[in-house]
């Protein structure tokens, strides 16, 4: 801590790279101190916040979580974040420190920036961004340009516009961050992972500490105490969008992503769903899904997370009295690439045909 003030630690990456995962053991590790969390997720549905506010830990409770649904925190600094953060400092009892779940498809930079405001920056520094990533989806090439595919586009369609929204928002968390976190490393053999590990060093103009976690396991004492006082680096932290911006007032926005939410019925067979999705992720390239469904029979939610096409599922608490059951699931792609209509109804299908097989 500096001085007074309260350290906040950002925690960012790219959709699915383990972020709220990775904040859940912070919890369970953090040594009695009280911790307020802010989670911004994108789209309607708060999978994310849910998933933490169930997760029954003291120094953590249901109202030490709150939840930005409204857009992408980037966005909504003024309109969201800042009173947010004016509302925790009011407190009786203010946190020992301060946990932020970016949405993952936001940038840092101006999030970061927000902490320099007069209200917050007398109270909070930045402790660090730590940046999450997905080691299996890199190892992969999610984030690679395929130059040669690109190149028989242009050869094809010279009018083509090869925006990059994945790799430069990628690329800017990675800018933005104190420590990055090589997640999900189990999932690649060693050589592979060294591959990665200088990878992800020459996308950083600086040296920055990286390490690597298993399911999101780290000690609290590797996220926590960075020290770096980032609201007062982030201005040599430019983003693609701040630099190709500078000196406008322009605002940042998500065209190039959508998301919705599906409701479908109950899900007697998990397994057989969870093989459905896979398919159905691939065939509509789904960058994302998580949500939750209902197993009849189980007192508990089934937690539902897929990146690509790893899909995993796990019961994590009990459906609380008067809690409606249900199935809902949020996706998220590109904007051009989601055909919502037909996505929804493979899903719904989906359930039914678990339902199906389950009864037979």
Same mark, same amino acid.
């Given at each position: 801590?500096?001085?007074?003030?309260?350290?906040?630690?950002?925690?960012?990456?790219?959709?699915?790279?383990?972020?709220?995962?990775?904040?859940? !053991?912070?919890?369970? !590790?953090?040594?009695?101190?009280?911790?307020?969390?802010?989670? !911004?997720?994108?789209?309607?549905?708060?999978?994310?916040?849910?998933?933490?506010?169930?997760?029954?830990?003291?120094?953590?409770?249901?109202?030490?979580?709150?939840?930005?649904?409204?857009?992408?925190?980037?966005?909504?600094?003024?309109?969201?974040?800042?009173?947010?953060?004016?509302?925790?400092?009011?407190?009786?009892?203010?946190?020992?420190?301060?946990?932020?779940?970016?949405?993952?498809?936001?940038?840092?930079?101006?999030?970061?920036?927000?902490?320099?405001?007069?209200?917050?920056?007398?109270?909070?520094?930045?402790?660090?961004?730590?940046?999450?990533?997905?080691?299996?989806?890199?190892?992969?090439?999610?984030?690679?340009?395929?130059?040669?595919?690109?190149?028989?586009?242009?050869?094809?369609?010279?009018?083509?516009?090869?925006?990059?929204?994945?790799?430069?928002?990628?690329?800017?968390?990675?800018?933005?961050?104190?420590?990055?976190?090589?997640?999900?490393?189990?999932?690649?053999?060693?050589?592979?992972?060294?591959?990665?590990?200088?990878?992800?060093?020459?996308?950083?103009?600086?040296?920055?500490?990286?390490?690597?976690?298993?399911?999101?396991?780290?000690?609290?004492?590797?996220?926590?105490?960075?020290?770096?006082?980032?609201?007062?680096?982030?201005?040599?932290?430019?983003?693609?969008?701040?630099?190709?911006?500078?000196?406008?007032?322009?605002?940042?926005?998500?065209?190039?992503?959508?998301?919705?939410?599906?409701?479908?019925?109950?899900?007697?067979?998990?397994?057989?769903?969870?093989?459905?999705?896979?398919?159905?992720?691939?065939?509509?390239?789904?960058?994302?899904?998580?949500?939750?469904?209902?197993?009849?029979?189980?007192?508990?939610?089934?937690?539902?997370?897929?990146?690509?096409?790893?899909?995993?599922?796990?019961?994590?608490?009990?459906?609380?009295?008067?809690?409606?059951?249900?199935?809902?699931?949020?996706?998220?792609?590109?904007?051009?690439?989601?055909?919502?209509?037909?996505?929804?109804?493979?899903?719904?299908?989906?359930?039914?045909?678990?339902?199906?097989?389950?009864?037979?």
């Amino acid at each position: 801590m500096q001085g007074q003030k309260i350290p906040a630690t950002v925690i960012t990456g790219f959709l699915g790279a383990g972020k709220t995962t990775l904040i859940r !053991n912070l919890l369970q !590790n953090a040594g009695g101190r009280k911790i307020a969390l802010i989670i !911004n997720e994108f789209g309607d549905l708060g999978v994310d916040g849910d998933i933490l506010k169930g997760c029954g830990i003291e120094t953590c409770g249901e109202d030490d979580v709150v939840e930005l649904t409204n857009g992408c925190i980037c966005c909504t600094v003024a309109d969201d974040f800042i009173p947010t953060m004016t509302r925790l400092l009011e407190r009786d009892r203010v946190p020992d420190l301060i946990v932020i779940e970016t949405s993952g498809l936001a940038l840092p930079q101006p999030l970061v920036a927000a902490f320099n405001w007069p209200e917050v920056k007398t109270r909070v520094t930045v402790d660090g961004v730590v940046t999450v990533i997905d080691t299996a989806a890199v190892a992969d090439g999610r984030f690679a340009d395929d130059e040669e595919k690109v190149a028989a586009q242009r050869a094809a369609d010279e009018s083509l516009d090869h925006d990059k929204p994945l790799e430069e928002l990628f690329e800017d968390q990675i800018t933005a961050a104190d420590l990055i976190v090589l997640n999900k490393a189990d999932l690649v053999d060693a050589p592979t992972l060294e591959r990665v590990r200088r990878e992800i060093g020459q996308k950083s103009a600086r040296a920055v500490k990286i390490v690597t976690a298993e399911g999101g396991k780290l000690p609290a004492d590797v996220l926590l105490g960075i020290a770096a006082g980032t609201e007062d680096l982030i201005a040599g932290r430019k983003s693609h969008h701040e630099l190709e911006h500078e000196g406008e007032a322009h605002d940042h926005d998500h065209d190039e992503f959508e998301s919705f939410v599906v409701d479908a019925g109950a899900v007697p067979d998990p397994a057989t769903f969870a093989k459905g999705l896979s398919r159905l992720i691939a065939t509509h390239d789904i960058l994302r899904l998580k949500g939750f469904a209902d197993v009849p029979g189980k007192q508990m939610r089934l937690v539902v997370q897929a990146v690509g096409k790893r899909i995993e599922t796990y019961f994590d608490r009990a459906w609380a009295p008067g809690e409606t059951r249900a199935t809902r699931l949020v996706v998220i792609g590109l904007h051009d690439g989601l055909d919502a209509v037909r996505i929804e109804a493979e899903i719904r299908a989906l359930a039914e045909s678990a339902a199906k097989e389950a009864a037979e």
